[in-house]
């Protein structure tokens, strides 16, 4: 029985997973086991020990390898814990191109880990190739691609740097957290990589920490493999589990979040008291042909600046709805201050040299009614109406 007939939404219910052949249970089992008895003194099982192959990982690995069109997925306890580990396909004297306004998480592993072991880096604005190009040394082994990028949503040519990798040998990593396969699949836009932070919109609720990676060449999944094996941050059953929950609704969640989505941005992009809204899926984003021509759509994040922090903190002050928090991608919509949660860890020159004012918010959208957040940021942007608050930074 093969599912590739399918079309994205049915395989993401319809796969090799969708039930248990030993039983017939319609939802993968949670194993618990950490290690599994062998019957022969001579060939053991598929399965020894957990750290190396667990069947509930295995099952949210295959899945996503599946929907990402690669051949063998990876599953680790943190987005941060599969970015980390993919890193760990450099040496010493290896070079990677970075885009600029990365995760502030990937950031501090960037120039505060990894620059101990003797890798180095070059952050880019990814989006001016010229700038990519001029970056490339010799030892260069890697390019590290965010996009739609965080938290000013700008968005790189995915087949422009791969190309580019591949004419020098080097490998491409994409973090696709922000769009997930249900929109953009980097590895047929010529990735090798695919990273992502699982916390995020494929789990969708929440709830759960987890990270994944996907490759389609057998060769760098047998090295990957290796890695995962023995660095060892592999994601825990009952969260693997919650994962491959989350999956099953991926595109009627990102389906309904991003209308809202451009429905906000309109909104806000319209009001006097906003200053700049950055949303790939407005006709005026810079790179809205490029987000179509790679994507099937422009994803349910998007940023906006006010006026000055003082217009920032009482917008913030005044609206119901959205949790004010760091994280993205779930059911909830959530309002963050990227200056002082996803990039706190980046230096406020450095953040300030990327455009991260400390006057943008960053909204990632839920599933409430559209109109009832519209309505809730409508009477919350009324405050702004003052005089200090209308000064520019
Ligand atoms: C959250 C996030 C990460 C880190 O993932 P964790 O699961 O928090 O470790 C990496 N990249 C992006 C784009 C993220 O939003």
Redesign the pocket.
């Known amino acids: 029985m093969t599912y590739d007939e399918y079309r994205f939404e049915t395989r993401l219910l319809h796969n090799q997973h969708k039930i248990d052949p030993a039983t017939g249970a319609v939802s993968v089992p949670i194993q618990h086991a950490s290690t599994f008895h062998q019957f022969d003194v001579d060939h053991f099982g598929k399965y020894d020990y957990a750290r190396s192959l667990n069947p509930t990982r295995e099952a949210l690995e295959d899945v996503i390898a599946e929907l990402e069109g690669g051949v063998k997925g990876f599953a680790f306890s943190?987005?941060?814990?599969?970015?980390s580990t993919a890193f760990l396909l450099l040496s010493a004297g290896d070079h990677v191109v970075i885009t600029e306004d990365?995760?502030g998480?990937?950031f501090r592993m960037v120039t505060e880990v990894l620059s101990r072991f003797g890798i180095e880096h070059t952050f880019v604005d990814m989006t001016d190739l010229e700038q990519v190009k001029q970056a490339i040394r010799p030892s260069t082994k890697a390019f590290y691609v965010?996009t739609p990028s965080?938290p000013l949503l700008k968005v790189t040519d995915i087949r422009a740097i791969s190309r580019l990798a591949k004419e020098i040998g080097a490998l491409t990593f994409v973090?696709n957290?922000?769009l997930t396969p249900a929109l953009q699949r980097p590895l047929e836009l010529g990735a090798d990589i695919v990273?992502?932070?699982?916390?995020?919109f494929l789990s969708g609720h929440s709830d759960v920490?987890?990270?994944l990676a996907v490759v389609n060449d057998e060769a760098l999944a047998k090295r990957l493999g290796f890695l995962q094996n023995s660095f060892g941050a592999i994601l825990g059953v009952q969260d693997a589990w919650l994962v491959l929950r989350g999956l099953k609704t991926l595109s009627v969640r990102l389906d309904f979040s991003q209308h809202t989505a451009l429905k906000i941005a309109k909104f806000l992009q319209a009001h006097p008291l906003i200053e700049t809204v950055y949303y790939p899926g407005l006709p005026n984003h810079p790179h809205y042909h490029l987000q179509r021509d790679q994507a099937q759509g422009a994803g349910a994040v998007l940023s906006f600046e006010l006026k000055n922090e003082a217009a920032l903190r009482t917008f913030v002050a005044g609206v119901k709805i959205p949790v004010f928090a760091?994280?993205?991608?779930a059911v909830e919509s959530i309002l963050s201050y990227p200056a002082k949660m996803?990039h706190a860890a980046m230096p406020q020159a450095e953040r300030e040299k990327r455009g991260i004012k400390n006057s943008l918010l960053r909204l990632s959208v839920g599933l409430e009614n559209p109109d009832d957040l519209i309505q809730d940021f409508s009477r919350s942007s009324e405050q702004l109406d003052q005089p200090e608050l209308l000064r520019g930074e």
């Not at 760091?326 to 991608?329: E, F, M, R």
């Open positions: 943190s987005g941060m814990a599969a970015i990365v995760y998480g990937t965010e965080n973090d957290t922000f990273l992502h932070s699982a916390t995020k920490v987890a990270g760091v994280s993205l991608g996803s």
